[in-house]
Nanobody, 117 residues
């Protein structure tokens, strides 16, 4: 059974930075595709970034150039570095593990990111 635990969320001013971490327990992390999603109040959950087991990466248009996804297979951890944050980035951010460009087999509990002055 896979468990995902996110950390690193919080309150930040516009233009600031945060780094989210997602630690995975269980086996198979190195061969899994990992994604970060976010859900703002009253909106659907959307994919933000994906990193495949082979290291290929995709971003949604609204974060490209500001966010960076990476993984450390030795630590079973995936990261989301978020720079130049905007109020519209405010959401609960979820980590997910699975396969393909929309990994969704296992989910973390989410971590709140609030961008506000």
């Amino acid at each position: 059974q896979v468990q995902l635990v996110e950390s690193g969320g919080g309150l930040v001013q516009p233009g600031g930075s945060l780094r989210l971490s997602c630690a995975a327990s269980g086996t198979g992390f190195s061969i899994a595709d990992m994604g970060w999603y976010r859900q703002a109040p009253g909106k659907q959950r959307d994919l933000v970034a994906v990193i495949t087991s082979g290291g290929r990466i995709r971003y949604t248009d609204s974060v490209r150039g500001r966010f960076s996804i990476s993984r450390n297979n030795a630590k079973n951890t995936v990261y989301l570095q978020m720079n130049s944050l905007k109020p519209e980035d405010t959401a609960v951010y979820y980590c997910a593990q699975g396969s393909g460009w929309y990994p969704d087999q296992y989910w973390g509990q989410g971590t709140q990111v609030t961008v506000s002055s």
